[in-house]
DNA sequence: TCTCACACCTTTGAAGTGG
DNA sequence: CCACTTCAAAGGTGTGAGA
């Protein structure tokens, strides 16, 4: 949703302080050297349509070097070359094509080309660390056809959606490798017309059932169903992936009408447990790709040899990644080469500091499809078969391992990388097809000079990252959110001119993990503008949202620049209040007042004095004092909904053992959001939580203050990172503005669109976007103006209007 | 479908300046 | 020597014409 200019950039290694000696950025697009190890892997991808949260599972096979192999050569710099401030551009012009003059460490490592022999046999790594056998290495093409490796496989799936104590049962009882959080679904496959066809999943047979991909799995109704409640009757959208070892599952609720957040993604983790190959398999957990506020982009990722090591992982940008993604990724390939836009970075976080990784960076085909856009109905269709490249076209960086602690310090970008429609590509472009998908995958690797040990591995997929190579946009949408994000192509929006970003980064959330390498020492100054350390350029400039300004783009439309006027401020707070007294009036709870709403927001920081950097910090801490309240009212209020979700599922159910146990309910969500360790317990932030749709229906809402009144106490409130984690709050959550909606009518079409995703309400789909309901954009409040002299809270009037 | 020249913009680092 | 400013070159971007 941004794009931060140069000074900015180091926003993000506020993150983890660079330690001495290293440099801002872990620039990984450097010239490429070849694989030093071939993974096969299938990868389950969204569809650039989807309209849910996805599930990533990934089956490796991981071949190994034999002795013998010949050793590639890599060099590597020196962490002070690398690291000099004023050399960063020739650097990288260096790095991409001067690599081989450069001198430094070398390290040597295992190199085997898959290619050379095509098929071959080779070891692989089972679930057991210190045991191997052999499996059979076949072509990418072979193997989209001979797909019959997902056979004799359960599918283990976990929602959290409520009250899912049976869900915990199975969980306990089966071997899943996130202890608490998976149940047993025998899956039923059905169009989207609602026609249900049985399909056994673990029959080979009915691959061709997995080939369509619009079909529906739908929990069974027959008593075989570990799980029958009516509540979860949800439904999930299964495609098979032509690479044969993934599955796609896209949970699709088709139980909640009524719900204000309409597809508002459930936590969902799937995974996939080989019986007969043993294939080391590993599982993501995502928590949508929907452009939310919240934490989009965060992916948990297991070695793929010890489940029990864990990595987090966050996409840098996620929600512009989102943003993008809705409307069908393209990325330009040219002959020269073109950058990724957005760049890929991503945070990592659970390495061990003490070791040494590989990162690279390689190009997955979800399908060997060539396809076409229709300028017509704005779709793409296929348009015949493809390349099937037999190698994953990769990128590795060529400065050789890096230590876990550079890697956890830094953000990992690949921002210089660049693709190319040239197969014989220069070092540091990757060279891919055009007119056909691709999934880029981050695959982390412990280095080791032997190749008989086991490494860590871990293979990283953020679904909203693929996208389709193309010479030249198609999608004009797709044009539009380009030119509205990307700084370089400021000379073609409307004004011609850079305009002041009105929206603050996402909030991020500290990667945080029992291995973690990191100290997470000055939390209050991570993820967020360091209040001390001011941009030294004229501002921040935070690109335009991608969504409101597509939105506006859409409409042919020249906006005024974003400005909140007063009203809008005044319906902020007054929602704000409505919401914080309801919940006081509904709960019956003495919640903290909440603080004023903080008016402005920074976006200059020009002619900065003293004085005004006061005025900021207390801005910012108004700011967090609002937040902390939020949370907290936000954690009272999930705590509350887990109550009424599990009386209504008891009623409905009409069971004799509608006698629920807070504190095993509570165990259930916390479960899936608890990551146990033998330091403790990571958890994951609330916005992972399952949001009920009963709460804020307006059909339950009786229900609802009726289940409330009779609510349990509730334990103390729990605040695992957002007290720490500030970000400049201008907006309210999305679960606030549904609350406060409902109170305050009239307010929903103004507010709600700035958080939902366009997919999720067709009626803000681009095409449906001429609707004239909304009439305008509502931006952010503004910190105080470095040039205004009014208190933070004063009058909105202090309000300077950006130039267009 | 692809290439290329182009205008417009950002980024970058060297040079200049002053304390 | 350091911090800061200025400036010009390098490079990134989408456009639109043409192949």
Not at 322 to 337: A, C, P, R, Y
Not at 417 to 441: A, D, H, I, W, Y
Not at 535 to 557: A, F
């Amino acid at each position: 949703m941004l794009s931060l200019r140069a000074q900015a950039f180091s926003v993000e290694n506020l993150i983890r302080p660079s330690p001495p000696n290293s440099c801002s950025a872990l620039d990984l697009t450097s010239s490429s050297v070849d694989h030093q190890e071939h993974t096969i892997s299938a990868t389950a991808t969204t569809e650039p349509s989807s309209t849910s949260s996805t599930i990533t599972a990934v089956s490796n096979v991981k071949t190994r070097s034999e002795p013998g192999v010949p050793l590639a050569t890599v060099h590597r710099s020196s962490q002070q070359e690398r690291g000099h401030p004023k050399k960063r551009r020739r650097a990288s012009i260096d790095s991409a094509e001067g690599q081989v003059e450069r001198e430094g460490e070398e390290v040597k490592f295992p190199r085997k080309s898959l290619s050379e022999h095509g098929r071959q046999s080779v070891s692989m790594v089972e679930n057991k660390p210190d045991c191997s056998s052999e499996y059979e290495v076949v072509p990418e093409t072979t193997r989209a056809k001979n797909a019959n490796t997902s056979s004799s496989r359960d599918i283990h799936l976990a929602m959290k959606s409520g009250n899912d104590s049976d869900s915990e049962e199975n969980a306990r009882s089966s071997d899943s490798p996130i202890p608490g959080s998976k149940i047993l679904v025998n899956l039923t496959v059905a169009p989207r017309d609602g026609e249900t066809t049985p399909i056994d999943l673990n029959n080979n047979n009915n691959n061709n059932n997995y080939n369509n991909s619009n079909k529906l799995a739908k929990y069974p109704d027959d008593d075989s169903a570990p799980m029958r409640d009516e509540n979860f009757n949800s439904f999930l959208k299964v495609k098979r992936i032509d690479h044969g070892d993934l599955l796609f599952l896209e949970p699709h609720l088709d139980h909640n009408e009524g719900l204000a957040f309409g597809n508002q993604p459930q936590f969902c983790v799937a995974y996939r447990q080989p019986q007969k190959t043993s294939l080391v398999t590993q599982f993501c957990f995502c928590h949508g790709d929907v452009p939310c506020r919240g934490h989009p982009g965060i992916l948990s990722v297991r070695d793929c040899h010890d489940h029990s090591r864990e990595l987090l992982a966050e996409l840098v940008h996620a929600d512009l990644w989102s943003s993008f993604h809705s409307l069908g990724t393209e990325m330009i390939i040219t002959k020269s080469g073109r950058r990724m836009f957005p760049a890929f970075k991503v945070r990592l976080s659970g390495l061990d500091p003490n070791k040494l990784y590989t990162v690279k960076l390689d190009f997955l085909q979800p399908d060997s499809r060539k396809y076409r856009y229709i300028y017509h109905s704005s779709q793409w269709v296929v348009s015949g078969s493809g390349d099937t490249l037999q190698e994953p076209p990769s990128y590795v960086t060529q400065e050789g391992p890096i230590s876990g602690k550079d890697i956890c310090y830094q953000v990992v970008s690949f921002e210089r990388l660049k693709l190319t429609n040239v197969e014989s590509c220069r070092p540091g472009q990757v060279s891919l097809v055009s007119m056909q998908k691709f999934q880029p995958r981050v695959v982390v690797e412990e280095h080791a000079l032997s190749s008989n040990v086991l490494r860590e591995r871990f293979e990283i997929i953020f679904p909203q990252t693929s996208f389709i190579a193309v010479t030249a946009y198609q999608n004009q949408q797709i044009t539009t959110l380009k030119i509205a994000s990307n700084p370089f192509a400021k000379g073609f929006r409307d004004s011609g001119k850079s305009r002041q970003m009105l929206y603050p980064p996402s909030p991020s959330f500290p990667l945080s993990s029992p291995w973690s390498c990191l100290p997470m020492p000055n939390v209050h100054n991570i993820f967020g503008f360091d209040q001390k350390r001011p941009p030294s350029k004229d501002s921040v400039d935070l690109d335009i949202c991608g969504l409101e300004n597509l939105y506006k783009l859409k409409k042919l439309q020249r906006v005024d620049n974003s400005l909140m006027k007063l009203e809008d401020e005044r319906a902020l707070r007054g929602k704000a209040n409505s919401y914080l007294t309801n919940l006081n009036n509904v709960h019956g709870r003495n919640l903290p007042t909440a603080p004023d709403i903080p008016t402005l927001y920074p976006v200059s920081y020009k002619q900065q004095k003293s004085e005004q950097l006061t005025q900021q910090a207390q801005f910012y801490q108004r700011q967090q004092l609002y937040v902390s309240y939020h949370n907290q009212a936000q954690q009272i209020l999930q705590q509350q909904q887990q109550y009424v979700d599990k009386t209504l599922m008891t009623s409905v159910v009409n069971s004799s053992n509608a006698q629920f146990n807070e504190g095993s309910n509570t165990a259930v969500c916390n479960s899936a959001f608890e990551r146990p360790s033998p330091f403790g317990t990571f958890r994951v932030p609330p916005l992972f939580y399952p949001i009920s749709s009963h709460l804020y229906s307006q059909d339950t809402s009786n229900v609802k203050e009726t289940h409330l009144s009779r609510a349990p106490d509730l334990p103390p409130l729990l605040l695992p990172f957002q007290a720490h984690t500030y970000q400049p709050v201008t907006r309210l959550s999305p679960q606030l503005e549904s609350i406060c909606d409902d109170r305050i009518p009239g307010l929903q079409q103004e507010t709600s669109r700035h958080f939902d995703s366009p997919r999720q309400s067709p009626d803000r789909s681009p095409r449906a976007d001429s609707s004239p309901k909304v009439a305008k954009p509502i931006s952010l409040p503004r910190a105080p103006s470095v040039t205004s002299s009014g208190s933070p809270n004063s009058s909105p009037t202090q309000l300077s209007h950006s130039p267009l």
